[in-house]
């Protein structure tokens, strides 16, 4: 999304709101792709709407949820087994009929699940930067690169396969347990050392 002709209210909620949408899109979703495209046409249906309709009074809760909506639509449409359709019902299903497992942690902010997946270790250093930057920081794929000073074909690419080695390696979207620590008296954790 650039910022040339776009209404004000929509860019101040893209630049404040971008990786948040992501990232819960990501958790109902399981796929960085289709979340990612699916907050942008959000993005662009707001650029249409608001500037006659007005700024919703939860404009981060617009974007998801128009985002949602229209990835469960196209959900429908696309499904031709029967765990796709269960799926959409269970992604329609209020939020307090979530049969999504309990967070193994006290973080619940799925930004944070996020930013782990994107700096997982099996990804490249600046594989991971770039892919955060694109997620969470919601910069575009040209403004990446002219951080990194490379071409706008490489940083494309270089998010592409990133994604791609998420999806393919199956690197979780969740926050990392902590870890436990085996002591003569038995396991303990890192704060009661």
Not at 45 to 62: C, F, I, L, M
Not at 124 to 130: E, I, K, M, S
Not at 152 to 178: C, F, H, N, S, W
Not at 181 to 186: E, K, L
Request: proline fraction near 9%.
């Amino acid at each position: 999304m650039t910022t040339a002709g776009r209404d004000p209210d929509v860019e101040r909620v893209f630049r404040e709101e971008y990786g948040r949408a992501v990232a819960v899109l990501v958790r109902h979703f399981g796929d960085i792709d289709v979340a990612e495209e699916a907050v942008q046409d959000a993005f662009a249906e707001a650029v249409r709407r608001w500037p006659h309709d007005g700024t919703p009074p939860s404009p981060a809760g617009w974007i998801i949820t128009t985002a949602r909506n229209r990835l469960i639509d196209r959900h429908r449409r696309e499904s031709v087994r029967a765990d796709r359709h269960a799926r959409a019902a269970l992604l329609h299903a209020p939020d307090g009929a979530d049969h999504e497992p309990a967070e193994e942690g006290p973080v619940h902010d799925d930004r944070l699940r996020l930013i782990f997946t994107c700096c997982h270790p099996a990804l490249a250093p600046a594989a991971r930067v770039a892919l955060t930057l694109r997620l969470l920081g919601g910069l575009t794929t040209v403004e990446i690169a002219r951080a990194f000073l490379v071409p706008e074909p490489t940083m494309a690419q270089r998010l592409v396969r990133a994604k791609a080695k998420i999806r393919d390696a199956g690197i979780p979207y969740r926050v990392p347990r902590r870890p436990t620590y085996r002591t003569a008296s038995g396991p303990c954790s890192p704060s009661s050392t």
